[in-house]
């Protein structure tokens, strides 16, 4: 199953887990991984959004460009 990477569908997975949990076909356990996993990429992407901003609100005052934040994936990590 593909999920869309949206906040959409991150919300959809999250309700469709809620569902399973209450049917009795996914377990406790599993339901708080899956919510620990969402709750990294929301603060993955609050990061993402706050340095955003930052560098937006930099420019506009006319400092220094600064560096993207680079998330290289823990894949391409391994392989350097």
């Given amino acids: 199953m593909k999920i869309e990477r949206t906040s959409r569908g991150l919300a959809e ?11 009795g076909d996914s377990t406790p356990q599993q339901a708080r991984a ?3 996993l969402a709750n990294t990429i929301c603060s993955i992407t ?4 706050d340095h955003a901003k930052y560098v937006s609100q930099s420019r506009s005052r006319g400092k220094a460009e600064l560096p993207p934040l680079e998330m290289v994936p823990l894949v391409e990590r391994k392989k350097k």
């Avoid at 609050?46 to 959004?49: D, P």
């Fill in 13 to 23: 997975t999250m309700f469709d887990e809620l569902e399973l949990l209450m049917k």
């Fill in 34 to 36: 899956k919510a620990a």
């Fill in 46 to 49: 609050r990061l993402e959004m």
